[in-house]
């Protein structure tokens, strides 16, 4: 798809076809985007772990947090909706810098978007427990979870709308569960001199 369909129409999704996996080629073009972003110094100190087992996908799932804006029991997926594919940016805590999050920002969105043009969606989270994660990847002590990034073939669609007020842009819901995210006009977070 072209370039600003692809962004549009790559949103954040949190039910997927938990029994569609995601082939091998796909996830290698998903890690090889986010070799091409930009990283602050060319240091590129992000790591990645993938976890595409669905034993471990499992063992990870109950560890990450959902829909922080919606009750647990609407925003998180059910079986059958859960994601098959757990990417985690990582970094060494000893060389961490003040650009991390930035270098993170970029890896993560060049692949969520290489994931898209295959039809794969995703959900960013930073809201997960750590310290069980740590555990049950039996991460090395000096490496740090920056992110997690859950993969699979979206159940349910999710569609940008108009803002009608600055006050009001919390996503929601429709009877189909399929979300919706208000965003503001250029011109209401724009400026030009």
């Known amino acids: 798809?072209?370039?600003?369909?692809?962004?549009?129409?790559?949103?954040?999704?949190?039910?997927?076809?938990?029994?569609?996996?995601?082939?091998?080629?796909?996830?290698?073009?998903?890690?090889?985007?986010?070799?091409?972003?930009?990283?602050?110094?060319?240091?590129?100190?992000?790591r990645y772990l993938v976890v595409k087992t669905p034993e471990l996908v499992e063992k990870v799932f109950p560890f990450t947090k959902w829909a922080a804006s919606l009750p647990p029991e609407i925003g998180t997926p059910k079986e059958g909706e859960?994601?098959?594919?757990?990417?985690?940016?990582?970094?060494?805590?000893?060389?961490?810098?003040?650009?991390?999050?930035t270098d993170a920002g970029l890896a993560i969105s060049n692949m969520t978007l290489a994931a898209w043009n295959h039809g794969v969606g995703s959900c960013i989270m930073d809201n997960v427990d750590r310290t069980k994660l740590r555990q049950v990847l039996e991460l090395n002590e000096t490496l740090e979870i920056h992110s997690v990034i859950a993969f699979g073939y979206p159940s349910h669609h999710s569609t940008?709308?108009?803002?009608?007020?600055?006050?009001?842009?919390?996503?929601?819901?429709?009877?189909?569960?399929?979300?919706?995210?208000?965003?503001?006009?250029?011109?209401?977070?724009?400026?030009?001199?």
């Open 82 to 101: 859960h994601p098959t594919l757990f990417i985690l940016v990582l970094y060494d805590r000893r060389k961490k810098n003040k650009w991390i999050d």
């Open 1 to 46: 798809m072209d370039l600003m369909t692809l962004l549009e129409t790559c949103r954040t999704y949190r039910r997927f076809d938990q029994y569609k996996k995601i082939p091998s080629e796909v996830i290698d073009e998903i890690l090889a985007a986010q070799r091409f972003a930009s990283s602050a110094c060319t240091q590129q100190r992000l």
């Open 160 to 193: 940008v709308v108009a803002a009608e007020d600055e006050k009001k842009l919390g996503y929601y819901l429709d009877v189909n569960r399929d979300y919706y995210v208000p965003k503001l006009p250029v011109d209401a977070t724009t400026t030009f001199l």
